[in-house]
T-cell receptor, first 114, second 114 residues
Framework: EAQVTQNPRYLITVTGKKLTVTCSQN?????MSWYRQDPGLGLRQIYY???????DKGDVPEGYKVSRKEKRNFPLILESPSPNQTSLYFC?????????????FGPGTRLTVT | AQSVAQPEDQVNVAEGNPLTVKCTYS??????LFWYVQYPNRGLQFLLK??????LVKGSYGFEAEFNKSQTSFHLKKPSALVSDSALYFC????????????FGKGTTLSVSS
């Protein structure tokens, strides 16, 4: 089954404690992206990757890091989480072909930073 | 700059009635337009897209959307609403020249009453 998986689904942590949210896709997609969803703000892009070792900032990259060492994986790293990073996070992937721009989303990771 | 507006935070309709969820966009060049749906505690699911061609696009679950270039709109429609259509709907746009990043609207909550 084609899917994007994220782990963990729920995470409660404390300010300053480094954490990683994993994302993996099994569709051989070149493009992967991280979004955060906040009430009244919709989805905002954090980082994206056009392919292995190619990453770039989205609209709200501050406080986040990513890496793309393998095509299927795109982890999101919070080196020193703060309460304003409490949010619902989604990973997404897609091809980069001109006829296929719909993105496939993971189930989400609800992060609470206290 | 690219942007998407969903002017209604919430749309309420009775089951069996037609529904419309509005979306307008601003983008340089030709737009690629998408609708996604999010059910509670789930990730986003792709509904339909407009890339080129016929202005009326049909998608999943009986939804359709009409692209109107002169009004820069891409409203989501369904002839007869179901209670199970109640969810959060997002419109998104991508400009061909801007890579594969999607810009999302803030979302519209659709509530269908029985």
């Amino acid at each position: 089954e084609a899917q994007v998986t994220q782990n963990p689904r729920y995470l409660i942590t404390v300010t300053g404690k480094k954490l990683t949210v994993t994302c993996s896709q099994n569709m051989n997609h070149e493009y992967m992206s991280w979004y955060r969803q906040d009430p009244g703000l919709g989805l905002r892009q954090i980082y994206y990757s056009m392919n292995v070792e190619v990453t770039d900032k989205g609209d709200v990259p501050e406080g986040y890091k990513v890496s793309r060492k393998e095509k299927r994986n795109f982890p999101l790293i919070l080196e020193s989480p703060s309460p304003n990073q409490t949010s619902l996070y989604f990973c997404a992937s897609s091809t980069t072909g001109i006829e296929s721009y719909e993105q496939y989303f993971g189930p989400g990771t609800r992060l609470t930073v206290t | 700059a690219q942007s998407v507006a969903q002017p209604e935070d919430q749309v309420n309709v009775a089951e069996g009635n037609p529904l419309t969820v509005k979306c307008t966009y601003s983008v340089s060049g030709n737009p690629y337009l998408f609708w996604y749906v999010q059910y509670p505690n789930r990730g986003l699911q792709f509904l339909l897209k407009y890339i080129t061609g016929d202005n009326l696009v049909k998608g999943s679950y009986g939804f359709e959307a009409e692209f109107n270039k002169s009004q820069t709109s891409f409203h989501l429609k369904k002839p007869s609403a179901l209670v199970s259509d109640s969810a959060l709907y997002f419109c998104a746009v991508r400009a061909y020249q801007a890579g594969t990043a999607l810009i999302f609207g803030k979302g519209t909550t659709l509530s269908v009453s029985s």
